[in-house]
């Protein structure tokens, strides 16, 4: 809807203050929106066990999860969104871009991955522990193939794939005209909410490759979505607000359809937390324009803001680490009531994550490494 009605006032620009642009005067919002998507999936691993946990069993505290989850459903979908309004619509030289692109991204991934492999293993009990070269060979073999090492890594193994076809993409979306591009989101948008229920393996890598590729497939409009919604601005005071109710009323329905649906099927049903339903989409389009005319001139926020969005991907890569390791020490939100466990396990995930990048990067060639 607010997609439509964005598109609506583009073709009206001469007479309206949302104007299309030839490309962003003020990037401060990409940091911008890199934080909040940070945070947001900090939120989402913080929040999910209270909402599988207390189902049922509490349901004041699952509410309370049900709330922060449904809030930041756009995390994921924003970082795809930001991939493409960065890099989309330019004409890349192959090599280069690869270099570039792969050299960032996969040196760190590399990095994390045998990080992780030794955390995992750390973390067994000392009976199930393989001790032989050969077999923790075949135990990190299994666990790559059955998890991906850690399941948060499917979105890195699906922007390196993006990330392969980024220039063909890139090359595609500069040959249509506007209309041509919204068109093809809109098709994107009916296609992956109406194949959102096939049943599609992202962590593992040991069977089902074509729906898995398809699974890429459902999330690579929001690449073409953030390129199209650069084109745009929400100046005037009504748009802002209609896009801010409009984000607010996402969040209602994402947590209110959670409660009813898994009432009705007497079993926790998690649908509308989908990254591709229609209510996800609109929550993170209604964000996207909130925040891109958005600025901050706090020099202290400035500083956060920078440092957050500078070490986004090293604390991507981290925090499932980080909160593993407080759970191991018994800092987890069952230490009291999730209204004010979940704001302070965010926050200390999120500053113990930027604390180990920091460190990382101070060590020789750790700046290549660390994310």
């Known amino acids: 809807m607010l997609l439509y009605v964005v598109s609506l006032q583009y073709e009206n620009h001469v007479h309206t203050n949302c104007q299309m642009q030839s490309k962003p005067q003020n990037i401060q919002w990409l940091d911008s929106l890199r934080v909040l998507a940070t945070i947001g999936v900090i939120i989402i691993h913080e929040s999910t066990p209270v909402v599988k946990m207390s189902y049922a069993a509490n349901m004041g505290n699952w509410w309370v999860g049900n709330i922060f989850d449904s809030a930041v459903r756009f995390a994921v979908p924003l970082f795809l969104m930001l991939s493409g309004a960065t890099m989309l619509g330019k004409e890349y030289d192959l090599r280069t871009f690869y270099k570039k692109r792969f050299t960032r991204v996969l040196l760190p991934f590399l990095f994390w991955m045998v990080a992780y492999w030794i955390y995992r293993w750390m973390v067994l009990p000392s009976s199930k522990q393989p001790d032989t070269f050969s077999s923790v060979f075949l135990w990190a073999v299994k666990l790559l193939g059955n998890e991906g090492i850690s399941k948060h890594f499917w979105y890195v193994y699906m922007i390196l794939f993006f ?41 593992g890598w040991t069977d089902h490759y074509p729906a898995r590729l398809l699974g ?156």
């Open 163 to 203: 990330y392969l076809l980024f220039p063909f993409i890139s090359r595609g979306v500069r040959s249509l005209k506007d209309k041509g591009v919204l068109w093809l989101i809109i098709g994107w948008a009916l296609l992956s909410f109406s194949s959102r229920k096939l049943p599609v393996n992202f962590y």
């Open 216 to 371: 890429y497939l459902q999330y690579s409009g929001y690449l073409v979505l953030g390129y199209y919604l650069t084109k745009f601005s929400i100046n005037n005071k009504s748009q802002r607000v209609v896009a801010a109710v409009l984000l607010v009323v996402s969040v209602v329905i994402a947590s209110v359809s959670t409660w009813y649906f898994s009432r009705q099927s007497h079993h926790l049903d998690l649908d509308m937390y989908g990254n591709v339903t229609f209510n996800t989409m609109l929550q993170v389009i209604a964000l996207f324009l909130l925040v891109k005319d958005t600025t901050i001139k706090n020099p202290v926020l400035l500083w956060i803001q920078r440092l957050i969005s500078n070490y986004s991907y090293g604390v991507y890569l981290s925090h499932i680490m980080v909160i593993g390791i407080f759970f191991q020490y018994d800092i987890f939100w069952t230490m009291g009531h999730p209204a004010w466990t979940l704001p302070v396990l965010t926050l200390l995930t999120l500053m113990v994550s930027l604390l180990i990048i920091f460190v990382l990067r101070k060590l020789p060639y750790g700046k290549y490494i660390s994310g």
